[in-house]
């Protein structure tokens, strides 16, 4: 381990200034194979791009060509995720809402590292087939199952337990997913919900959602200022 990761002011001494800590843990590329840092790379590329887009939009416009845009967590929350799934060594992961793949990209290698699957449901064909492509190309095609449908039919179909869940679909579904998912938690599961803090427009929802897990049994909860904002959550 460089000795500026231990002492931040050693680097400086030595005439470069270390970055800063968050950017540093984020981006240490030892820490992760190369094939997927250049797919998260590429993916926040796209990203970066279409959030230029996206200031430029009315909200008309913004809502019509939302299913053009990745939405994805953030590489903050992608690593928050890598890493519960690899702390908690939770094996049967659930994602609800996999959009083009960039978080199922963080989950997939924390299943690769961990023994683990992750079933990851969306409604739209086209995006599932990009993640698919991109998940190949990291190498973690293995460690994916994707489900196409309304993430609700198919949350009825499948039997779980689940060890780690990722609720990022639309955001009025939160808390009917959260009612399909709660009865198919392993104990101590951990439940991620995204956007509980931006965008703004989402926030009644967030707010419903966060008071519906924390009137749930066993659910022991907390607001992370992480990314968009996320909630997480333990099952007993
Ligand atoms: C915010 S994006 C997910 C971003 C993704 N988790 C990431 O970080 O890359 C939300 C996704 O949920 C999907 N979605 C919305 N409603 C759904 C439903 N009823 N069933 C399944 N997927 C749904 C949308 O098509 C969209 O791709």
Redesign the pocket.
């Known amino acids: 381990m460089p000795d500026q990761m231990l002492d931040p002011a050693a680097g400086a001494a030595r005439g470069h200034e270390p970055p800063p800590w968050q950017e540093y843990f984020m981006n240490d590329p030892t820490s992760l194979d190369k094939a997927m840092w250049g797919v998260l790379d590429d993916?926040e590329a796209r990203a970066q791009r279409e959030e230029a887009l996206w200031d430029t939009l009315s909200n008309e416009a913004a809502a019509a060509r939302r299913?053009e845009m990745?939405?994805?967590?953030?590489r903050a929350?992608?690593t928050v995720l890598n890493l519960l799934v690899k702390a908690g060594e939770a094996r049967r992961i659930l994602?609800?809402?996999?959009?083009?793949?960039?978080?199922?990209t963080w989950l997939a290698e924390g299943a690769r590292a961990v023994g683990g699957k992750v079933t990851s449901?969306?409604?739209?064909v086209a995006?599932t087939e990009y993640a698919r492509t991109q998940l190949a190309r990291a190498g973690l095609a293995d460690y994916v199952e994707f489900v196409i449908?309304?993430?609700?039919a198919?949350l009825k179909a499948l039997a779980g337990p689940f060890d780690l869940v990722?609720i990022?679909?639309?955001k009025d579904?939160y808390v009917p997913v959260f009612e399909l998912l709660y009865p198919k938690l392993a104990a101590g599961a951990i439940v991620v919900a995204?956007?509980m803090l931006q965008p703004e427009s989402a926030r009644v929802h967030a707010q419903a959602y966060r008071e519906r897990v924390r009137a749930a049994p066993d659910m022991t909860s907390v607001l992370l200022s992480i990314g968009n904002g996320i909630e997480v959550s333990r099952y007993r």
Do not use: I, Q
């Open positions: 993916y299913d990745l939405l994805p967590v953030g929350t992608g994602e609800v809402g996999s959009s083009y793949g960039y978080s199922t449901l969306e409604l739209a995006k449908g309304d993430a609700r198919s990722l990022d679909l639309w579904l995204d956007n």
